[in-house]
């Protein structure tokens, strides 16, 4: 949601090749690079994100390291991209050329972008689409000004102003390295000219290996016009090569969202601490607390609360909706619902407007009527219950046999007693009860009372009999009035067994 759309630039552009072959090496992780994540996107998805805005007719990503992991990914978020194999990793402009050899036919221009910028704005792209256009240049590069270039290569420009090379750190002399504008890994140029111009990059330089950027050079000793655009942002521009990085462009990019968020009127009382995925949306008015993460598609309704210390995946918060120190995946909470604190709900949960789920309590695959409440310390899953009803403490919805899950029905303005067994698959009907302590195993017709417990008996003197000394034994026999020891409200004992008794210890568990 950080992304600024750009005016039109479709048409402007023939074809998108982005560079995701490099194995990342410095990331120290199995994960492809381009395949890490952050703002509830890959690197690389967040490159096709900022270039999908500009039209262009073919988008060829070239792979190598972690192939079938990228190509998966590229099916799942850009299944029209076309994947370009590049075997030996040997270098940008080969790289490059492998791109360009699956688009034999490709005429006009062609970006190049790395496939590392997570950054990249939509915005950015299309300022370089204009200037390219505006400047008539055969070939563009997208360039930073930056305070420490280390590690970059430099751009190179004549009196004039025009770019003349690229020059790797590596390959840069002393004057070159001072210089504080660089290469942000953009090209856009004219697929002819750059095909062509790749044809005679070679690999002399430390490396040993084809750079893209040597193309620059080609052209401007050819006497073509090439040109450099400066991002006006120079973050745009930032590739990612560590966890270190990683983590900084995670901060950089939840700074931008939030920023734009509360832009536009939502209230963010710590930015620090929240952080809130591109793909989410947070309309005015809602109140984000501390320790808040919003993930995924969720969305949040306009004067909504969400946290301190909550996790939202994939979820749908309405109006006026507060939800507090909980997580949920996959929900849907109504307007004006309320959670928490300290409540799971899980992937088909569905709260009607109203609608309370409480302290500690997980709920999965239910629905839950207008107005209805589940207080506390209850598991409700395979449900559905009506409006107006209400679901005691420590309640247990018992939808698995073991085998398959099974329905419980909740009719409209039900009391469900507390710590009550709904035993599946069950109906309770409307505006019935259910007692206290009961395990329902059988449906419950509308207006009745269930009552599904074992009659209570007391077994005088147990503990002063099987506990005796201890506290409690002691404070039994003080409340008595006796001294101590075993009650004597209990018959002598005669001789023989007793097992009525032996019984009714066994049941307290004494061995």
Not at 54 to 59: E, R
Request: aromatic share 2%; proline share 5%; charged share 20%.
């Amino acid at each position: 949601m950080s992304q600024q759309q750009p005016t039109t630039t479709t048409g402007q552009v023939g074809a998108v090749v982005v560079l995701a072959a490099g194995q990342g090496t410095r990331m120290r992780s199995r994960t492809p690079k381009v395949l890490h994540r952050l703002g509830g996107r890959s690197m690389l998805g967040h490159v096709l994100a900022a270039a999908a805005p500009l039209g262009a007719a073919q988008t060829v990503v070239v792979v190598g390291s972690g192939r079938e992991a990228v190509e998966a990914h590229l099916a799942e978020v850009a299944p029209g991209a076309v994947p370009a194999l590049q075997e030996q990793q040997l270098g940008s402009g080969h790289a490059a050329a492998v791109a360009l050899d699956a688009l034999p036919e490709l005429a006009g221009a062609v970006l190049i972008v790395n496939g590392d910028a997570p950054l990249l704005r939509a915005a950015t792209l299309a300022d370089l689409v204009r200037a390219h256009a505006d400047a008539g240049n055969l070939l563009t590069v997208l360039t930073a000004r930056v305070a420490d270039p280390t590690g970059l290569g430099r751009i190179v420009r004549d009196d004039a102003g025009g770019v003349t090379a690229i020059v790797e750190e590596r390959d840069a002399d002393a004057a070159q390295r001072a210089i504080t504008e660089v290469n942000a890994g953009v090209y856009l140029g004219d697929a002819r000219a750059v095909r062509e111009a790749l044809r005679r990059v070679g690999a002399a330089n430390d490396q040993g290996e084809q750079y893209l950027t040597d193309v620059l050079g080609l052209l401007v000793a050819d006497g073509e016009r090439v040109g450099g655009h400066t991002a006006a942002d120079a973050a745009d521009t930032l590739g990612c090569n560590d966890q270190r990085e990683l983590a900084a462009r995670r901060r950089t990019l939840n700074d931008r969202v939030l920023d734009d968020l509360m832009r536009a009127g939502v209230v963010v009382v710590d930015p620090q601490t929240t952080w809130v995925d591109v793909t989410v949306e947070v309309a005015a008015e809602a109140v984000l607390h501390p320790g808040t993460q919003l993930l995924g598609t969720t969305s949040v309704g306009t004067g909504a609360e969400v946290g301190p210390d909550t996790t939202l995946v994939d979820t749908r918060v309405g109006e006026g909706a507060t939800v507090l120190r909980s997580q949920c995946q996959q929900a849907d909470v109504g307007p004006s619902a309320t959670i928490g604190p300290f409540s799971y709900l899980r992937a088909g949960t569905r709260l009607a407007r109203g609608a309370k789920v409480g302290a500690f309590v997980e709920t999965k695959n239910v629905t839950v009527g207008e107005g209805s409440k589940i207080p506390h310390l209850s598991y409700v899953g395979d449900a559905t219950i009506g409006a107006g009803s209400n679901i005691g403490a420590a309640t247990v919805f018992v939808n698995y046999d073991g085998v398959a899950k099974h329905a419980t029905t909740v009719g409209d303005h039900v009391r469900i007693g507390s710590d009550t067994m709904l035993v599946a698959p069950l109906t309770i009907g409307d505006g019935a009860y259910t007692a206290a302590g009961s395990v329902i195993t059988s449906d419950v017709p509308p207006g009745a009372m269930a009552v599904a417990r074992g009659k209570q008996r007391n077994v005088a003197g147990w503990v002063g009999r099987r506990r005796p000394g201890s506290p409690s034994a002691q404070a039994a026999a003080a409340a008595a009035g006796a001294a101590s020891a075993p009650a004597t409200d209990t018959p002598p004992e005669p001789s023989g067994p007793h097992p009525a008794r032996t019984s009714d210890d066994d049941q307290q568990g004494q061995p």
